[in-house]
Nanobody
Framework: QVQLVESGGGLVQAGDSLRLSCAASGRTLSNYAMGWFRQAPGKEREFVAVISWSGDSTYYADSGKGRFTISRDNAKNTVYLQMNSLKPEDTAVYYC????????????????WGQGTQVTVSS
């Protein structure tokens, strides 16, 4: 079992930055590819970014390319999502997820999920 706890969300203005963190416990994080997803009210959960087990490969949804950066520190068992130039449409609950054998953008490929952290961007 892997327990994931997100933090770092909050209320910001358009153009601001936030860094989300996802702390893992229970298993060594290096055994998992890690993804970030988000879900806005009334919308389906959508992929944001994923990072490979070692951190040498990343992939982003078009919505975050050039603005978001996913990274990981396996020694700290933590994954990060740096979000710059935030827009009101980035408002959502952000979830991190861990996958033992899948590297991709499909939510049902992930084995473990955190409870989410709210990000609200005002215009």
């Amino acid at each position: 079992q892997v327990q994931l706890v997100e933090s770092g969300g909050g209320l910001v203005q358009a153009g601001d930055s936030l860094r989300l963190s996802c702390a893992a416990s229970g298993r060594t994080l290096s055994n998992y590819a890690m993804g970030w997803f988000r879900q806005a009210p009334g919308k389906e959960r959508e992929f944001v970014a994923v990072i490979s087990w070692s951190g040498d490969s990343t992939y982003y949804a078009d919505s975050g390319k050039g603005r978001f950066t996913i990274s990981r520190d396996n020694a700290k068992n933590t994954v990060y999502l740096q979000m710059n130039s935030l827009k009101p449409e980035d408002t959502a609950v952000y979830y991190c997820a861990a996958s033992g054998g899948y590297y991709g953008s499909t939510w049902n490929g992930y084995d473990y999920w955190g409870q989410g952290t709210q990000v609200t961007v005002s215009s």
